[in-house]
């Protein structure tokens, strides 16, 4: 049965952000284009605009994240909106309450909008699709499915350093069958019409089915690597080495840790990204990390501006092209 | 009580018969086709004309949720669930709460199903105490209780050696074992098919490796032991082709298939559909068909609702921390029914496995309607179309995937026993 997309109200406007898959390209321009908008909110001294004042946003976090839930707070904070910090410890709600009937309390206090994180692919989908038709629901990361916003600022932070998509072939290196990251990324960069994606990792980790969805894998990664513009490298859980998909820290990097030398087969230009948080010496050489090519931390300053415009979108207040300063 | 069922046209696989016939019951047997045995007073007529008469269906797998799961359904909701969907047998797992490993939980459940007066439920025993995979369960007096046969339900034997005795120990008591074939450690927590669903959903996938490792292992154990073995639930195409192999081979195996996976596929789950969350997954568009081509060769031999009703709650989660399973027995003749419209199935092999295939897996008498045979009859007027509204289902159990589908094919009356105890 074919459903509405969720993510949009009938004026095929953002009310939700879920997930990238669905959305258009034009849609993701307009997110680039309005966080370019904000940036300068970000930068100047007075770091507030009120495009959210009067609005509660709750973040509601069921799984530890200091990076994502710190962004998004002060990405609220700068729209000038009230922020609520909710942190359930375990995935279930721990007094025996419903997340069902958590929202609905939540909701009876007049929030507007929820930013989820949640350890079950799909929570974010099931908490849009019951709440009430005021409140708008930000995908923070929901288990292994997306984490939109994280690719969003990605995209922002290769569109700045490399102009246009469509030109570029980007490499995805690592854990891609666990990661939310990754497949909101190649979503996004095949939305935006990237001239190729590849994936790159051991078939541990690369899913069989991947091609599906748009991107080239490669198990050799100085291969995968070869005149590539954008290097994305993502975090490799612990877990992974007692869960007999690989055999040790040491082999991973030997074989897919980002070294100098494997990144003098990629473009000259190539810039180096990583979503954090890093783990220095599993998947990438300090040296690469802080080098002139990584824009790691970039990426974290994008991540406000992002977050800015995802949410005043989604709560109906997209600020105007010129409206940078208030 | 004296039955006259008139006018209808009779289709009962087992005795080849397939053509317009009166059925007359008296005292809970069929005592005539087509012609009364002579003088015959009726206490009731019931005109069947222009709708189809068929032995009162026979499903393989229905989760009654009693003992243990009142929240869910209880024997006495369900009885009147599935007399509306025309089925008149049903077999109960071992799965229930206490589980199904002493007679006194087969002996309470039979009790319960009589009190309705209106379906009968046989029960599969535990194949091992607390379906642990440790000790084997006392078979001999589960069987004495009137269990049907043996199983470990959803929670496959580990041990190969463990599983080996306990096919033995129920071959000594001719039980036939009924087999879930899963391998626990490639499940993996695992709740959608791998495939190109479950990595863009980002759901843990259960490869189609786990049911077809779990087949291998057990025919082969099936060939060392000689015990009678049938397979639950396939879901995947080449195990399918696995049994029929082995079938072939002369190895002692039966299987059947839920009839969801006969039109459902990994595509349905999508938009992480809690009502699509199935055990086994539901799988590729290759794997339908090959179930298909299964159910049509015979290979698979029944096709049941593996009715499975939740509380609204079960399913109100995200997908993976949903409960598995479909409230079933409404849908389960017009949905087989369908696969005849759809002209994969004749009208003949469909009712077959609705009936005598799975009485003949679970060793009962029932499943066809010769002088002499139980007097249970399913009356359908297969034309009629009806829109599934899971609102109305009879049964405790809202949970179908399958609210707003058109249906053709609604039961009008079912006979039990030589009773009318469902008239639509």
Same mark, same amino acid.
């Given at each position: 049965m074919k459903r509405d997309n969720?993510? #949009?109200n009938d004026q095929g406007r953002l009310r939700h952000f879920l997930? +990238? &898959?669905? #959305?258009s390209r034009a849609l993701l321009t307009e997110i680039l284009d309005t966080a370019e908008s904000l940036t300068s909110v970000t930068e100047q001294?007075?770091?507030?605009?009120?495009?959210?004042?009067?609005r509660i946003v709750v973040n509601l976090f069921f799984e530890a994240s200091t990076r994502t839930r710190t962004t998004f707070e002060l990405a609220a904070k700068r729209l000038s909106a009230d922020v609520l910090n909710i942190h359930i410890a375990g995935s279930a709600t721990s007094k025996g309450e419903t997340l069902l009937d958590m929202l609905a309390n939540l909701e009876a206090m007049h929030c507007d909008m929820f930013v989820v994180r949640h350890d079950r692919s799909g929570a974010a989908h099931f908490i849009a699709r019951h709440v009430a038709p005021h409140v708008s629901v930000i995908n923070a990361g929901d288990g292994s499915h997306a984490h939109p916003t994280q690719a969003m600022l990605d995209m922002f932070t290769i569109r700045r350093l490399k102009?246009?998509?469509?030109p570029l072939t980007v490499a995805i290196v690592g854990d891609?069958?666990?990661?939310r990251v990754a497949r909101s990324q190649i979503h996004a960069l095949t939305t935006l019409g990237v001239n190729e994606v590849r994936v790159i990792g051991p078939r541990t980790l +690369?899913?069989?089915? +991947? &091609?599906? #969805?748009g991107v080239h894998p490669y198990y050799d990664m100085k291969s995968g690597l070869q005149d590539v513009d954008v290097v994305i490298m993502l975090r490799l859980q612990n877990e992974r080495m007692s869960g007999?998909?690989?055999?040790?820290e040491s082999e991973y990097y030997s074989r897919y840790g980002l070294t100098e030398e494997k990144l003098?087969?990629?473009?000259?230009d190539a810039i180096v990204m990583h979503p954090g948080p890093i783990n220095r010496g599993v998947e990438i050489a300090s040296s690469v990390a802080d080098?002139?090519?990584?824009v790691i931390l970039q990426q974290v300053t994008h991540g406000i501006a992002v977050r800015m415009a995802v949410m005043s979108m989604a709560l109906g207040n997209p600020p105007l092209r010129q409206e940078g300063t208030p | 009580m004296r039955l006259h069922i008139r006018g209808g046209h009779l289709i009962d696989p087992a005795n080849n018969v397939d053509r317009q016939a009166d059925i007359y019951i008296a005292d809970g047997k069929v005592?005539?086709?087509?012609?009364?045995?002579g003088p015959f007073t009726v206490d009731q007529t019931i005109d069947a004309t222009g709708h189809w008469v068929c032995p009162g269906l026979v499903d393989v797998?229905?989760?009654?949720?009693?003992p243990g799961q009142g929240h869910k359904a209880t024997i006495a909701s369900e009885a009147q669930a599935a007399v509306r969907g025309g089925i008149t047998t049903l077999c109960q797992s071992p799965m229930t709460r206490p589980v199904l490993d002493s007679p006194a939980v087969a002996e309470l459940i039979r009790q319960r199903a009589e009190a309705t007066r209106m379906i009968r439920v046989v029960t599969l025993g535990a194949l091992t105490q607390g379906l642990e995979g440790q000790q084997l369960a006392a078979m001999a007096a589960l069987k004495e209780a009137g269990c049907v046969g043996v199983s470990n339900g959803w929670s496959p034997i580990a041990n190969p050696l463990v599983l080996r005795r306990a096919m033995e120990y129920a071959a000594t008591y001719d039980l036939t074992v009924f087999l879930h074939p899963e391998d626990a450690a490639l499940r993996?927590?695992?709740?959608?098919?791998?495939?190109a669903v479950s990595v863009r959903l980002g759901l843990p996938g259960i490869p189609q490796a786990a049911e077809t490792v779990a087949v291998a292992r057990d025919i082969a154990l099936v060939e060392q032991t000689g015990v009678r073995a049938h397979f639950c639930r396939l879901s995947t195409a080449r195990a399918v082709q696995m049994v029929a192999r082995a079938q072939f081979d002369g190895v002692p195996v039966t299987a059947d298939v839920a009839v969801h996976q006969l039109h459902l596929t990994e595509?349905?789950?999508?938009?992480?559909?809690?009502?699509?969350?199935?055990r086994p997954p539901l799988r590729s568009l290759r794997d339908l068909e090959g179930l298909r081509q299964g159910v049509l060769r015979g290979s698979v031999a029944a096709v049941c609702s593996d009715h499975q009703p939740h509380e609204?709650?079960?399913?109100?989660?995200p997908f993976s921390d949903t409960e598995p399973g479909i409230s079933g027995l409404e849908t389960l003749l017009p949905l087989t029914l369908r696969l005849v419209n759809d002209g994969i199935l004749n009208l003949r092999d469909a009712i077959a496995r609705l009936t005598s295939g799975p009485a003949q897996i679970l060793g009962i008498d029932g499943g066809h309607l010769a002088?002499?045979?139980?007097?249970d009859v399913c009356i359908f007027d297969p034309d009629a179309a009806w829109v599934v509204d899971s609102n109305a289902l009879?049964?405790?159990?809202?949970?179908?995937?399958?609210?707003?589908w058109e249906l053709k094919g609604r039961v009008t009356h079912t006979v039990f026993d030589g009773r009318l105890v469902y008239e639509g």
């Open positions: 969720i993510q #949009l997930t +990238i &898959e669905g #959305l001294s007075v770091k507030k605009v009120p495009l959210l004042r009067g102009g246009d998509f469509y891609i069958m666990h990661s +690369i899913p069989r089915d +991947i &091609e599906s #969805l007999a998909m690989l055999p040790s003098s087969l990629a473009k000259p080098g002139p090519r990584s | 005592v005539g086709i087509g012609n009364a045995p797998s229905a989760h009654l949720r009693e993996n927590g695992g709740c959608a098919h791998e495939g595509m349905d789950i999508a938009d992480f559909n809690s009502q699509c969350h199935v609204q709650d079960a399913k109100l989660k002088v002499g045979a139980r007097a009879t049964s405790r159990g809202r949970n179908t995937p399958f609210h707003g």
